[in-house]
């Protein structure tokens, strides 16, 4: 019994040591943290997805209050956590348009891909691409393991009718997970603005690539999209037609002369013409310089004209006019 009153005496001594001893180093080496870096932290999202470069929320924070970092890279938190933020550092918030994920492949359904084995193995992307290449013909395309789908924290890719990943651009927050997630590179993060893509990633050639795509929409590098684009924004890497989204217009010719429909557009069709308005047009001329394919005239103090025939739609005349002179109809 004495031994078992020892034992106990001893411990909650000991305890009571520790205690004591933690209390004090607390106390001594206790580190103030800014109370801004606790304030952002409250008004960021909690994703602690990384796509600000950080490994959570709390490390931007302190980035942020230490002036190491901007203050709108928090891509789920958007445009509103920036003016927040820039309200407790007492700056002001520089807009950044809102970026969404693409998938550059159309071949990753059920019924639009050739396959050369069964794949039965580990149910990942990673996995599947160690295999012989991966389960589909195509050596570039989507193996369809969902790795991005996991990878996604907020309900923005899921699977259509045919099985085709599709990002729902409501919900992405642009966080870059399922770019990483993806071993073939296949997706991008691009300004919302930008409707038109490339959706194939094939770096094959011509009859090749169209062979190994069973949605036979794989680009064949023909080049015809570079030609057309008015203002160099497309180029060939390794027999592959990329778009550059910080010079492209979004004006769509690309996807009318693409042979493969490799190239969408969603606005086809739709894109309103440039029209001006004579009483309001001081002639400066600004539209016609920037117009990318000459479909403005005048002289130089007198109202310009559009040719309706060679507008493209492409809106850049109606965001340079100073006069508010341009309308789109």
């Known amino acids: 019994m004495e031994i078992i009153l020892y034992s106990i005496a001893t411990l909650g001594a000991l305890g009571l040591i520790y205690g004591l001893g933690l209390a004090f180093a607390s106390k001594k080496f206790h580190v103030e943290i800014d109370p801004k870096i606790e304030k952002i932290n409250e008004i960021l999202p909690g994703a602690n997805c990384g796509a600000c470069g950080h490994p959570g929320c709390f490390a931007y924070a302190e980035a942020i209050a230490a ?42 359904g059920n019924n639009n891909t050739f396959f050369r084995y069964e794949y039965q ?16 013909l195509c050596n570039y395309g989507c193996v369809f393991q969902n790795d991005c789908i996991e990878a996604c ?16 651009p409501d919900k992405c927050t642009a966080c870059g997970a399922c770019v990483k ?22 770096h094959d050639k011509g009859a090749e690539a169209r062979k190994r795509c069973g949605n036979n929409t794989a680009c064949i590098g023909c080049g015809l999209c570079v030609k057309k684009c008015p203002v160099d924004a497309i180029e060939l890497k390794d027999g592959l037609a990329v778009i550059n989204y910080e010079k492209c217009i979004n004006c769509g010719l690309c996807a009318t002369v693409c042979p493969t429909k490799a190239i969408v557009d969603p606005l086809a069709g739709k894109r309103k013409k440039a029209v001006i308005i004579e009483d309001k047009c001081i002639g400066c001329t600004l539209c016609a310089k920037k117009c990318p394919v000459d479909a403005i005239s005048g002289e130089i103090k007198k109202a310009h004209k559009v040719d309706p025939d060679k507008c493209i739609g492409c809106e850049i005349c109606y965001q340079v006019c100073p006069k508010k002179a341009i309308e789109m109809q």
């Open 67 to 108: 002036g190491k970092d901007e203050i709108n890279k928090c891509a789920p938190g958007g445009e509103e956590v920036a003016k927040k933020i820039a309200d407790i550092m007492g700056m002001k918030a520089t807009s950044v348009e809102r970026k969404i994920a693409v998938i550059h492949c159309q071949s990753g």
């Open 153 to 168: 924290s907020f309900d923005a890719i899921h699977l259509n009718e045919n099985g085709m990943r599709i990002v729902d």
């Open 181 to 202: 997630a993806c071993p073939r590179d296949l997706i991008e993060l691009v300004p919302i603005s930008k409707q038109v893509h490339i959706l194939c990633s094939s």
């Open 121 to 136: 193995g580990i149910p990942t992307c990673k996995a599947a691409v160690l295999v012989a290449k991966g389960p589909n």
